[in-house]
């Protein structure tokens, strides 16, 4: 059997597909909506040959046009590639089974296509070594979501989108003029090249080209004070759309940052003000979400909040930090995808977004309803779900040197965790506890958009109950990341 | 033997219930004011054991002083029903025995004795403390003769009292 | 067979789910199977009686090993949390018959038993903690059935027990740091040697935890709504049961973690216990004495329950935090007693209500002579939680107030003692507003409770009366867990103490029995003489006036108003008031800082430049913020 | 064994004397004061029996007979509790505190059986008694601690045994005995504090609905009432006594003198009776006891 874990079929199947939608439009006409499954579900076995190489020599490298690394593009995938792409390419092929029966309205294939565009954007961004692909990932993913965004055509799509679409196309100008001024400094794309090259300039001359690339990346990466656009993309997106940018696309951003500022410029002394950020986005974003009274709205707070949590897990700046921000990241993924899904469906049947007319959902809709708290259970961190594993780690990891600043953290990231628990549990006690006020005729969701939700429920269950792998498996990628040089060294030495 | 001391038992019973008649402190005319010189230290009927008490459950007398209407009468059958059984009824005044000066008035109740059984009448526009003292004497011999049987008479023609009060009450 | 803890913990579990899919199918499966599992468990705890089994590891997790253990201390909090949950289960068969979503309901009931189980049998502190959280929530699902008022009840008890449960967090966090195992026996160690100032900083917050759960006088607000507006089998498992796993966090902190000398390190000792105890003593006596006078005031016969057990429990807290041997017997001979009398007290009031359908305490009366059974109950409660002497609640009252004696910490005893004169006041007016008194016309033809609910109440009323009488059986249990912690255990015999223990010696069944012998002695004289007739209620004394069924010819309302008057000035500040203000300070701050996000985009792109700046800046003086 | 059931019936009859003498006194002195003969000496014994025989009687339920008769099943035992001069009794097996908490079993009993009589006088007048109750609780609890600090024992019968000879506890604790003499006022229930039994208010509270034999048990018990309160506070603060007639003499100067106050104070409201146990003799006890912990 030819092999195929090789990571640019990552990217080069989804491509090609992509272009068969556009091409085979005319005639298939309905037919369309069933390609990008097909897509992802060959990404996803890719994704699964690539997982066995991973975990024993650590990473994997597979570059171009065949010639050596400081000038071919080359793709390399490590640990923490590795879990965020399974991520992404789960979400992708679950999220596509979603939209067989989601998505209704007229232009369905060009819907598709910017789907799958989208998702490979990620998986390109996730997997790439190359800098300048980076910024090329980074411009698909945005484009094809500006498009995603304004999907609806009424008024506050509309707006949502153009106001993401300025913003994102700032945050890609600053991301190119850092990459431009390092290509200038080191004279290479590759980064583990510049990696190696910037290791002789001073702290200063690393300035700017940081500065720039961490603000684009930040602006993606739903931060502080970059993240204004989120709260009204998010919930004017399509609900399979906002899943996977809540789900996957700000993590994908933070990786980035993540990868550059770790890898790359090999930044210690700046990570621990970048607690300052995390705090910061989890603050606004929580208690934002408290007043909420669209559902969609409020889950996109979380979002942020939950992003706000593991960038400042990261920052912490040890191994176990950057662990429990892995774990957070896993879980927030899941979570908030199936939350998105399952809230789709509600919509779908309800009809409106306001909380307060999901009085008796409980009693009609029992599965989306269970779905719902199950993941919300495991989203705010209660003891038997995977979220009380993540959290109790965050925690955990901060507290590791007790002075007054890690004991003044612990109790933000606690209370912001408390205001968590409280509006997600305001909306299980409208939907379990209250009764419907009108005998309005709800039907559970259609069995297709259900079933993408069961499996990612049962995936949390799964971690839940059987965290151990899981959690060894985010330990060695974090240690990985911390230890630069291995990747260096394996990326430009290794072929 | 044993009517022998049956005999004794309700000697000793008669002479208790004489040497301690709790009186029930309920007045409804104007011959409750004769009772305090009674009670204090010029007259003191505490020397014969006779002391007020405020509940019918725990009083042996009662003491109807002055003139009975109609609407007290309904009272007076309640407490009369509520005290419990060697009790004895007095009429104060000429009012209870036969109205009184209120005789031709359209609500009182002229010889009381129709409704519930008097055992001893005292004479008089509101008898003075000494004839209240004498009917004391009097209550006590009667009880210690045991002709003092108001309470069995009730219980007797009870059929009789209860016609008497539905006329008068409806 | 050898039985061991993992299946212990497990069976409430797999109960409560086995109960929750029987559910679907017949309702009677249901209850088989709810019914089946609490009395299993209730039967396996037998199986550890007096033993003591180390470290049962059930899972690994972040470098630190998950474990269970079982010891004396831990088997008198286990024994009470099966015993009682099996009572509820029982109870609620036919108390909740007709709502809905009765099969969650089960599964949540089930659950925290389960929880509380393995807070029990925790050995170290991640497993405790886990527990301990999802204690707090499963209870959380159980009281927000209760009607809509509950859901606001249910909120404010899941905040500020969540509270709690993340200061207990931030401790344990804290000693992860220094000791990477968090196993008891090495939290021990670490604590024993690190420096004074760690040591109080784990103890104030571990014990913020514990003292919201053991609803100690600041920390107590939830109680009163919690209890009162849950549904009426859930609160005696509330108020019996998971208050004292707040009182054995407490014994687990003062003697297991820290002991007696090293608490005594952390401060001068000039007072008689060390001062850290000494602060607890003194929170629990003022709790004894204020819930018991705010019981005093309350209309609504559970939210008089709720404070009662208030004051109860801070007789638990105040034996515990003593440190002497006869104190700390006292304390958990209290807390076993407290778990059966409140019980057995929120059971009959749960009967009444399921009949009579109000628990307002001016609208009952005279349910005497249509629910005996319910008045014995209730009587056999109130003579127990007053602590007179035939029956269980004296002797552990006895021995807090001898220990405190003996430690001649006099003026915790005058509050002790205040509060239990007090007990006298509330226990009465219970027991007469919905028994005794005038019946009213819309509960003329109320009937007994059915069997299944009885029973509790049988159950409950005997063993007031075993453990009054022959208080030597829990007390071997007791110095058994006592030996374990290292403290001497108390000498006891069958029926009392013998001279040394205490000031002076106690022999219950004396009392007890001379108190029979002279009730047939007065027995009889009472039947010799003539017989008497049986009255109707409407036949009594009103000044000649004739009491008829539409007269309200009852004192109920206000029972000690003239007592309020007295006490009232006491209670213009509350913890209560303190906490809303506090929760609406957080609301106005959280709405500032939603201003952030105006909505145009040219202040969104402003923020951009503005970071670029703030990061360049940082980044040129080195990044080096603190 | 049998002196055991001779002491079984001998002390509760010896109790019982002592109690009815004193009710007697009571009522000769009170008339005395004011200026008139009184009833004859054996009156109470005839109102008691005169009672007891009443022919019909009547009754509320059960719970409303087994208060009288537990009530004075109470009283009884409590007898059995407190040392006479030279019988240590029972002692051993309950010591002062335990005491304490056996004397409330009588009143909480009587209050269940007065609420079974469904008339509203009585429990306004339990509510009242117990309210005192809680009134007077707060000085006795401070006066028994003193006691119990100053002589660290807590059994009556050593307390009593280091009183013997002279220095009894009222010249050493001057403080301790003058709040023990207003509590043991309150606990008697005479006449500025009988806000439980006011009839002119309440119609003798409790007693409202009970006649005929039940008030004759109560009339017993209020008997052994009497002479426990007393005994109590004999022995706590006088040293009991070497024989029974000093002991009864110590007991009647006590009583004599409650007797004097009764005739001459007005009643006191609820409240204010709270109040005022809650301000000079807590004070007082709480002087008297600061003095013992400092010596």
């Known amino acids: 059997m030819v092999n195929i874990a090789n990571p640019i079929l990552l990217i080069a199947i989804p491509l090609l597909f992509a272009f068969l939608i556009a091409v085979l439009a005319p005639w298939l006409k309905k037919g369309v909506k069933y390609i990008p499954v097909i897509a992802f579900g060959l990404n996803l076995l890719v994704v699964f040959e690539l997982i066995p190489d991973v975990l024993d020599n650590g990473i994997v490298i597979a570059t171009t046009a065949g010639i050596k690394p400081p000038f071919a593009i080359n793709v390399a995938v490590d640990r923490l590639s590795l879990f965020l792409v399974l991520i992404a390419t789960l979400l992708g092929f679950l999220v596509s089974i979603y939209n067989l029966v989601y998505i209704k309205e007229e232009p369905a294939e060009k819907f598709h296509i910017l789907f799958t565009l989208l998702v490979t954007g990620i998986t390109w961004m996730i997997v790439t070594g190359d800098l300048f692909n980076m910024f090329v990932a980074f411009e698909v993913t945005s484009i094809s979501a500006f498009g995603l965004v304004g999907f609806h055509r009424d008024k506050d799509a509309a707006e949502a989108g153009f106001k993401y679409l300025v913003m994102g196309s700032i945050g890609a100008s600053l991301l190119l003029i850092g990459v431009v001024m390092l290509y200038a400094a080191t004279g290479t794309l590759n980064m583990a090249d510049i990696a190696e090259k910037i290791m002789r300039f001073t702290f200063k001359q690393k300035l700017l080209p940081y500065a720039f690339i961490f603000t684009g990346l930040g602006i993606e990466g739903a931060l502080f004070p970059l993240n204004a656009w989120l709260p009204d993309a998010h919930p004017a997106a399509p609900s399979s759309v906002s899943s996977i940018l809540s789900g996957i696309m700000t993590t994908a951003a933070i990786y980035g940052i993540i990868r550059v500022t770790v890898t790359i410029f090999n930044y210690y002394q700046v990570i621990l003000f970048l607690i300052l950020f995390g705090l910061l986005t989890l603050m606004f974003g929580e208690t934002a979400a408290f007043f909420q009274k669209d559902i969609k709205r409020m889950l996109a707070y979380s979002t942020i909040g939950q992003t706000g949590l593991f960038f400042y897990a990261f920052s912490l700046g040890s191994i176990n930090g950057m662990q429990g921000a892995f774990l957070q990241m896993m879980n927030h993924s899941l979570a908030k995808a199936t939350l998105f899904l399952v809230v789709g469906g509600i919509i779908f049947s309800v009809g409106s977004r306001n909380i307060d007319d999901f009085a008796g959902i409980g009693r009609k809709m029992k599965l989306s309803a269970f779905l719902f708290a199950i993941a919300a259970f495991s989203l705010m961190g209660l003891p038997p779900f995977f979220g009380f594993w993540s959290k109790l780690k965050i925690i955990f990891a901060t507290l590791e040197r007790v002075n007054v600043y890690t004991i003044a953290f612990v109790v933000i990231v606690l209370f912001m965790s408390l205001i968590e628990a409280a509006y997600f549990f305001r909306v299980m006690q409208v939907m379990f506890f209250k009764e419907a006020k009108e005998e309005k005729e709800v039907r559970e969701a259609p069995a297709w958009m259900l079933i993408p939700a069961i499996t990612l429920v049962v995936i949390i269950l799964v971690l839940s109950f059987y965290p151990t792998p899981v959690i060894n498996f985010a330990h060695k990628a974090a240690a990985d990341l911390v230890g630069r040089s291995v990747y260096i060294n394996s990326v430009l030495g290794g072929l | 033997m044993d009517k022998m001391t049956e005999e004794q038992y309700r000697a000793i019973s008669n002479m208790l219930r004489k040497r301690s008649l709790w009186m029930l402190h309920y007045c409804t005319g104007c011959g409750a004011m004769e009772l305090p010189p009674t009670m204090t230290s010029r007259y003191d009927m505490e020397r014969f054991g006779i002391v007020p008490y405020v509940t019918p459950r725990q009083a042996d007398i009662l003491l109807v002083t002055g003139y009975v209407n109609v609407k007290t009468l309904k009272r007076i059958i309640t407490v009369y029903e509520q005290m419990l059984d060697p009790k004895y009824v007095i009429g104060f005044g000429s009012c209870a025995i036969n109205g009184g000066i209120y005789y031709d008035s359209y609500s009182v109740i002229n010889r009381l004795d129709a409704y519930i059984p008097v055992d001893v009448y005292i004479a008089g526009c509101m008898p003075r403390p000494e004839a209240i003292i004498t009917m004391f004497k009097h209550l006590m011999n009667l009880i210690d003769s045991g002709k003092a049987d108001g309470y069995k008479r009730y219980k007797q023609n009870y059929e009789f009292y209860k016609n008497n009060q539905r006329k008068v009450l409806g | 067979m050898d039985m061991s803890l993992g299946v212990l913990l497990a069976t409430p579990f797999v109960g409560g789910i086995l109960a929750y899919l029987g559910g679907k199918i017949h309702r009677w499966v249901r209850y088989t199977f709810a019914i089946l599992f609490s009395l299993l468990a209730f039967i396996e705890i037998f199986f550890f009686y007096n033993t003591t089994v180390g470290n049962y590891v059930w899972g690994r997790l972040f470098g630190s090993v998950l474990v269970l253990q079982i010891n004396p201390i831990s088997w008198i909090f286990a024994f009470i949390v099966t015993g009682i949950s099996f009572l509820v289960i029982l109870f609620s068969i036919n108390d909740v018959e007709g709502h809905k979503g009765l099969d969650f309901y089960y599964l949540e009931l089930l659950f925290v038993e389960g929880a509380m189980l393995g807070i029990t049998l925790a050995g170290d502190l991640i497993t405790f903690f886990m527990f301990w959280e999802l204690m707090s929530w499963t209870s959380y699902f159980l009281i927000i059935q209760g009607g809509k008022k509950s859901i606001t009840a249910g909120y404010k008890y899941i905040i500020m027990s969540v509270i709690g449960a993340y200061s207990m967090f931030v401790a344990i966090a804290m000693v992860f740091g220094r000791a990477h195992s968090l196993v008891f026996k090495n939290v021990s160690m670490l604590l024993s040697q690190s420096s004074p100032a760690f040591v109080i900083w784990f103890f104030v917050l571990f014990g913020i935890g514990l003292f919201v759960k053991a609803a100690v006088m600041p920390l107590h607000t939830w109680l009163p709504d919690a209890h009162s507006e849950a549904p009426s ?104 007693n407290h778990a059966i009398f409140k019980s057995l007290l929120f059971f009959v009031i749960g009967g009444v209500i399921y009949r009579t359908g109000t628990r307002n305490m001016s609208e009952l009366g005279g349910l005497i002579k249509k629910m005996p059974v319910s008045f014995i109950g209730a009587l056999f409660g109130i003579v127990a939680l007053s602590g007179v002497p035939p029956l269980n609640g004296f002797v552990s009252k006895w021995m807090i107030y001898e220990a405190l004696l003996q430690k001649k910490e006099v003026f915790l005893l005058i509050m002790a003692f205040v509060g239990s004169t007090g007990a006298f006041l509330y226990l009465y007016r219970f027991i007469h507003s919905v028994f005794l008194g005038q019946l009213p016309e819309k509960y003329k033809d109320v009937k007994e409770v059915p069997f299944l609910m009885q029973l509790p109440i049988w159950i409950l009323s005997a063993l007031t009366i075993v453990f009054g009488i022959w208080p030597g059986l829990a007390m071997n249990v007791i110095a058994q867990g006592e030996k374990f912690l290292g403290i001497t255990p108390i000498k006891y015999t069958l029926y009392g103490f013998p001279q040394g223990t205490a000031m002076s010696s106690l022999k219950v069944i004396n009392i007890s029995s001379v108190l029979i012998i002279a009730f047939i002695v007065v027995l009889a004289l009472y039947l010799m003489l003539p017989k008497e007739r049986f009255v109707s209620q409407y036949d009594t004394y009103a000044a000649g006036q004739v009491v008829t069924p539409e007269t309200k010819y009852n004192y109920s309302y206000g029972f000690y108003m003239f007592f309020g008057r007295v006490i009232n000035p006491i209670f213009k500040w509350s913890a209560d008031k303190m906490y809303e203000a506090w929760a609406r300070a957080t609301k106005v701050f959280g709405d500032y800082m939603r201003r952030v996000y105006t909505g145009n985009l040219e202040t969104y792109s402003s923020y951009i430049v503005v970071l670029i700046t703030i990061v360049a800046f940082v980044l040129l003086i080195g990044g080096k913020l603190w | 064994m049998v002196r055991t059931i001779l002491i079984a019936i001998g002390i509760p009859l010896l109790a019982y004397g002592f109690g009815v003498s004193f009710m007697m006194f009571k009522r000769k002195i009170a008339a005395r004061i004011q200026r008139r003969y009184g009833p004859t000496f054996i009156q109470p014994l005839i109102d008691t029996f005169k009672l007891l025989s009443k022919q019909e009687n009547i009754s509320h339920g059960i719970m409303y007979d087994l208060g009288p008769i537990l009530a004075l099943a109470a009283s009884m035992t409590v007898i059995f509790f407190i040392p006479i001069p030279g019988m240590k009794l029972m002692t051993g097996s309950a010591d002062l505190i335990a005491l304490l908490y056996i004397m409330v079993i009588g009143s909480l009993v009587m209050a269940l059986g007065a609420g079974e009589s469904a008339n509203p006088n009585s429990t306004i007048g339990i509510a009242r008694a117990l309210t005192l109750m809680l009134g007077y609780d707060l000085p006795f609890v401070i006066v028994v601690i003193t006691l119990v600090m100053k002589y660290h024992t807590t059994d009556l019968y050593k307390i009593m045994q280091m009183q013997t000879g002279g220095h009894w506890a009222m010249w050493l604790l001057p403080l301790s005995a003058i709040v023990g003499f207003i509590v043991t006022y309150g606990a008697l229930g005479e006449h500025p504090f009988d806000v439980a039994v006011a009839p002119h208010e309440i119609a003798t509270g409790p007693m409202a609905e009970y006649g005929g034999k039940h008030l004759g048990l109560l009339m017993i018990n209020h008997a052994f009432h009497i002479y426990i309160e007393l005994a109590l506070f004999v022995d706590l603060f006088m040293g009991g006594a070497s024989n029974l007639f000093y002991f009864y003499a110590k007991m009647f100067v006590i009583f004599v003198i409650y007797v004097f106050f009764d005739e001459v104070l007005p009643r006191f409201r609820v409240d204010d009776a709270v109040r005022f146990y809650w301000r000079w003799p807590t004070i007082l006890a709480l002087l008297g006891l600061i003095i013992v912990l400092v010596r």
């Open chain 3, 233 to 336: 089998p859930v609160s005696p498992l509330l108020s019996g049961v998971l208050i004292k796993m707040g009182a054995y966090g407490l014994t687990v902190l003062f003697y297991g973690f820290l002991s007696v000398q090293l608490i005594g390190k952390l401060a001068p000792t000039i007072l008689p216990t060390p001062l850290l105890l000494y602060i607890v003593e003194w929170l629990a006596a003022i709790s004894i004495v204020l819930a018991t006078f705010l019981a005093i005031l309350q209309e609504d016969a559970k939210r008089l329950l709720a404070y009662s057990s208030i004051s109860q429990i801070g007789y638990v807290v105040l034996g515990i935090a003593m440190g002497s041997s006869l104190g700390i017997a006292g304390g958990l001979f209290h807390a076993l």
